[in-house]
């Protein structure tokens, strides 16, 4: 009597997941973690138990974010290797040093740091008096998501006055963006649903218009009567070990024509930039 071949784990699972997300065959994943695709494929059907360093290997050969590796190790029975702190965490002090010495010498212009869900962690007054100006004389919510903010109805949606092609350029960003190409479950969701939104919809499927003389998409917003242009430029920590500090960005938006960076200071300081 034969016996039948043990039923995958969690952990097998979420290889093939991995697997089939990065395009990966057992031969690729065996030659990059180094061991051999009969050893993947037994781990992958539950024949086989790896070690906590094996897991790390086969995680790393996936590019498989640190958050992500946590539940790696965790569905191979051992605990999470990689902290997952708050900003505001001892732990994180330097990165959190770092960011608001960022933030207070972009000032006036505006200038945000955003977790993986695309919520503000920490925003400089630049940024604070712009939200404030579009949500005027309403409150700027206390838990903002910059993705909702711009493509659900809303003060911030009302006052961006090229929000069709805002829209599509910043939902591809969104997964370009993501931690290893890859959107979390949260986020992914958030992005389905606004992608499912009509308008939204309409926009994604009408052919892309002619690009215009700059290489990026501006936000254009409509503040007080005036017209205020920005583009943003994105920065990650390096080498990062935490998931927290993988998951953070600071984004800088700066002035995109010459009446934007002449004008926008008066709004912040009431001085005007020489």
């Given at each position: 009597m034969s016996l039948a071949p043990p039923a995958p784990t969690a952990l097998g699972h979420l290889l093939r997941h991995w697997r089939s997300v990065r395009a990966k065959s057992q031969l690729d994943l065996a030659s990059e973690a180094e061991t051999t695709p009969?050893?993947?494929?037994?781990?992958?059907?539950?024949?086989?138990q790896p070690s906590r360093q094996m897991v790390v290997r086969l995680a790393r050969a996936l590019e498989v974010p640190l958050r992500e590796r946590n539940e790696l190790l965790l569905a191979a029975g051992y605990a999470p290797l990689y902290s997952a702190v708050p900003l505001a965490s001892p732990l994180l002090e330097r990165v959190e040093r770092a960011f608001t010495s960022m933030l207070a010498q972009h000032e006036p212009f505006p200038a945000v740091v955003l977790d993986r869900s695309w919520y503000v962690q920490r925003a400089n007054l630049?940024?604070?008096?712009?939200f404030g100006r579009l949500f005027a004389p309403h409150p700027v919510p206390e838990t903002a998501n910059v993705l909702q903010l711009i493509i659900e109805p809303g003060p911030v949606r009302d006052h961006l006055r090229n929000w069709p092609a805002a829209v599509p350029a910043l939902l591809d960003r969104a997964q370009r963006e993501a931690i290893g190409g890859v959107l979390d479950k949260a986020t992914a969701e958030l992005v389905r649903d606004l992608r499912a939104r009509p308008e939204v919809a309409a926009l994604l499927t009408h052919p892309d218009l002619s690009p215009g003389a700059a290489p990026f998409i501006d936000l254009h917003f409509?503040?007080?009567?005036?017209?205020?242009?920005?583009?943003?430029?994105?920065?990650t920590i390096g080498t990062p070990i935490d998931v927290t500090?993988?998951?953070?960005?600071?984004?800088?938006?700066f002035p995109a024509d010459d009446a934007t960076r002449a004008t926008w200071p008066s709004f912040v300081t009431g001085l005007q930039v020489p």
């Amino acid at each position: 009597m034969s016996l039948a071949p043990p039923a995958p784990t969690a952990l097998g699972h979420l290889l093939r997941h991995w697997r089939s997300v990065r395009a990966k065959s057992q031969l690729d994943l065996a030659s990059e973690a180094e061991t051999t695709p009969r050893y993947v494929s037994f781990v992958e059907t539950g024949r086989a138990q790896p070690s906590r360093q094996m897991v790390v290997r086969l995680a790393r050969a996936l590019e498989v974010p640190l958050r992500e590796r946590n539940e790696l190790l965790l569905a191979a029975g051992y605990a999470p290797l990689y902290s997952a702190v708050p900003l505001a965490s001892p732990l994180l002090e330097r990165v959190e040093r770092a960011f608001t010495s960022m933030l207070a010498q972009h000032e006036p212009f505006p200038a945000v740091v955003l977790d993986r869900s695309w919520y503000v962690q920490r925003a400089n007054l630049g940024a604070r008096v712009l939200f404030g100006r579009l949500f005027a004389p309403h409150p700027v919510p206390e838990t903002a998501n910059v993705l909702q903010l711009i493509i659900e109805p809303g003060p911030v949606r009302d006052h961006l006055r090229n929000w069709p092609a805002a829209v599509p350029a910043l939902l591809d960003r969104a997964q370009r963006e993501a931690i290893g190409g890859v959107l979390d479950k949260a986020t992914a969701e958030l992005v389905r649903d606004l992608r499912a939104r009509p308008e939204v919809a309409a926009l994604l499927t009408h052919p892309d218009l002619s690009p215009g003389a700059a290489p990026f998409i501006d936000l254009h917003f409509e503040v007080d009567g005036a017209d205020m242009r920005f583009f943003s430029v994105v920065s990650t920590i390096g080498t990062p070990i935490d998931v927290t500090a993988q998951e953070l960005r600071f984004e800088a938006f700066f002035p995109a024509d010459d009446a934007t960076r002449a004008t926008w200071p008066s709004f912040v300081t009431g001085l005007q930039v020489p």
